[in-house]
């Protein structure tokens, strides 16, 4: 039999950002949605991870988008499929519980002999969820790996803060998720079978067992989630070796992949056909500009007049009437990368100019966009602290 080395294995690891949902609507990912998450190194992207003050920095402009790494999400009843990389994730969402099933490419199927439990939703900080799962592994059809046994953990923690020094995304929600897996279930190898089968074979490869059971396979996967966002809005993904040594000394582990997706509300709407700032949702990805949004006013509509905004302190004020008669217009202070400031507040105008205010929220600098709304038509102004 030819022999088969320990690399081989490798091509087959989860490498894939997952995705996951909230059992919120505005969560909930739908059926042929066509993605264009940002990809970048894990170390490029994400600058540093501070745990105590629960904060994210990043660097956006690590990121890069490109037409061949579209993501797709496809939902069939109860089942989940995330496709990205030609690599297909499943997963189940029951009541409110989302669990793993595996993952296809053309190259190889990994399927779990029951779904492993993921996380439970909505997410509450401190949350945790922790599952045992078996399962197989296929190989250009052909049985690789007939029994693989691991554990499935994860930890939810509300309250995280994303900047870039600029922007700032508050009151995310981070989970946690790892699933560790052994190459070969141990116990379907022991001293009862041949000894040139269990010194030499593991399913139907030739390898060095007692290797192959001294290793095992983590990928972590760690999801940032944000009320404004359909799907995840950051996610770090990395596969690591973890190898044993004979002395008992501490387990080395070896990374194999890093992957970061950063995915920015303002794109995800653009991208879903959501978009309500973004001047063209279509647009062909060009470098870091994909769904960014315009500088300068975007008037859709000639209900109202919007006068320039003024900013005083930590307030905006501004002028609102409608020629046309009394109308309810929304209005709502975003980042200029689309993420939400303040909660929308509907305000009446008529005729006779109104001045109206808001207030940004404490800590808050950069380039704003305040967002004036009325039936289908829509107002932008730019204002900077």
Known sequence: MKKIPLIFLLIAVFFLVSSSTDAKPNHTPRDGDRLHPGIASSRSLILSVCDSSRTVLLDPSAVSFADDLDAYTYIDNDTISYVQFATKHRFLLQGDTLSYIGYENRATYFHLDSAANVAHFPLKDGGTVRDKWSGSMLQYGSMILKRTVGISSSQAEAGWTLTDGTDTLRNAVRLKWTLDMAYADPDSVNASMPVSIASDIISDMQV??????????????????????????????????IVFSDGGESADTIPRSMLAIHYPPSF???????????????????????????????D?????????????????????????????????????????????????????????????PAGWKGVMLLRVEVGEESYTRKVIL
């Not at 290797?211 to 396979?217: G, V």
């Not at 056909?273 to 870091?288: H, I, L, M, Q, R």
């Not at 109202?304 to 046309?324: C, H, M, Q, R, Y």
């Open 208 to 241: 060095n067992v007692k290797a192959m059971l001294s290793e095992r396979l983590l990928t972590e996967r760690t999801i940032w989630f944000s009320e404004d966002a359909r799907y995840p809005v950051l996610t770090d993904s990395r596969v690591s070796r």
């Open 268 to 298: 995800q709407y653009s991208d879903t056909g959501e978009d309500y700032v973004a001047e063209n949702p279509d647009a062909k990805s060009t470098g870091n500009l994909y769904g960014e949004y315009g500088q300068g006013d975007n």
């Open 300 to 360: 859709r509509g000639t209900s109202l007049k919007v006068g320039d905004p003024e900013l005083s302190g930590n307030t905006i004020a501004f002028t609102l009437s409608s020629p046309s008669g009394t109308r309810t217009a929304t209005v709502t202070l975003f980042t200029d990368s689309g993420i939400r400031l303040t909660e929308s507040m509907e305000v009446a105008v008529g005729p006779v100019a109104q001045r109206y205010s808001l207030d940004v």
